[in-house]
């Protein structure tokens, strides 16, 4: 099917737009109370999750109710361990708890590779009725965790501030550390192709806790595998989003990805001079829209200024807070639509 509105895709690929496309970090979520509303249908977040019809319904709400450039499928990065055979709960509150964790050699053997038709199969039958359910409108975004991201989970077993249980593994056993994050790379390289076979007309790999490593360890641990994942998915474009990891802007920039996704501690002049040949996605900080609506739109400007109105996709440096005010956020994408137009 053609799509209606093909910004965002023509962004990615560097080819002229009319204007900026834009789309946020979580927006399909708590900002918006009918997701809230199905949220309490469904009774918790991993029933939401997991059932594509509501996980489908969710996912459009943002392109109905905000009007975004895109959608972003429902879901959660850490799918991955669970269909690896390493179960999460989610808390309320606390955010995700493992009830097992990994940390040797031994522990690895009882995990396997993802198989994404079986132990995903809820994921793409979503895509497949979020994609009916825009009927070409806008292009529909896959993703996934970065492996030193689901690397963190699994070892950790829960969010953390400093990780450091997952980073002593890379420091004590780096054979361990190594074989774990080939296992996830493996598994995230068939649920990312499962994903566009699916639908996905682009994908996203978040590197959340990326700034919590040395630029070596990042060198060792993360950018590897990453470029792995990148090398295997050249149906669609890849954005790779490594939050904290200013350092890693150069080297991210030399991936076969075609977006580099920026938080808002990443200077844009600066990134722009370090990435000069790639699609730069970002990079409001979400508390901006906490401001006034004339504060946000003189935000908005000055962003859009800064970044130019070509090979550049609007966001937010993170995931947009689930206390925003909607109409902050209609505000913002508005903005970025009057600015760069």
């Known amino acids: 099917m053609e799509l209606k509105n093909d910004l965002l895709l023509r962004a990615a690929r560097g080819e002229k737009t009319e204007r900026t496309p ?5 927006q399909a979520g708590r900002i918006l109370a009918e997701y809230r509303a199905v949220r309490a249908q469904a009774g918790s ?11 489908a319904e969710v996912t459009l709400q943002p392109v109905d109710l905000l009007g975004v450039d895109a959608a972003i499928i429902f879901s959660d990065i850490l799918v991955i361990p669970e269909a690896m055979g390493l179960p999460y709960e989610m808390v309320e509150k606390s955010g995700p708890i493992f009830p097992a964790t990994v940390h040797t050699i031994q522990d690895l053997d009882k995990l396997h590779i993802a198989e994404p038709e079986t132990d995903l199969k809820y994921v ?3 895509i497949k009725l979020t994609k009916t359910g825009l009927a070409g409108r806008v292009p529909l975004i896959g993703f996934a965790g970065a492996p030193f991201t689901i690397f963190c989970y699994m070892t950790e077993g829960k969010g953390s501030k400093t990780f450091s249980v997952a980073k002593k593994h890379l420091y004590a056993d780096p054979e361990f550390s190594h074989l774990l994050l080939q296992k996830i790379t493996d598994s995230t390289i068939a649920y990312l192709k499962a994903q566009v076979v699916a639908g996905a007309n682009l994908v996203q790999i978040f590197d959340s806790w990326a700034g919590i490593l040395s630029p070596e360890q990042y060198n060792t641990f993360s950018l590897p595998y990453i470029k792995q994942i990148c090398d295997a998915i050249d149906e669609v474009p890849v954005t790779v989003f490594a939050k904290g990891a200013f350092f890693a802007r150069k080297a991210i920039s030399e991936l076969s990805c075609s977006v580099v996704g920026l938080d808002w501690n990443m200077d844009i002049a600066e990134s722009r001079e370090l990435i000069p040949t790639k699609t730069l996605q970002g990079n409001l900080d979400p508390c901006v829209l906490y401001a006034s609506y004339d504060q946000i739109r003189k935000e908005v400007k ?4 800064q970044f130019g109105t070509q090979r550049y996709i609007a966001n937010l440096g993170h995931g947009v807070y689930p206390d925003t005010d909607p109409d902050k956020v209609r505000c913002f994408i508005e903005s970025v639509k009057e600015f760069s137009s």
């Open 45 to 55: 977040f991993i029933k939401l999750a997991t059932t594509p019809e509501m996980a």
């Open 22 to 26: 834009v789309w946020m970090m979580r």
């Open 124 to 126: 793409l039958d979503a």
């Open 302 to 305: 000055n962003m859009v200024q």
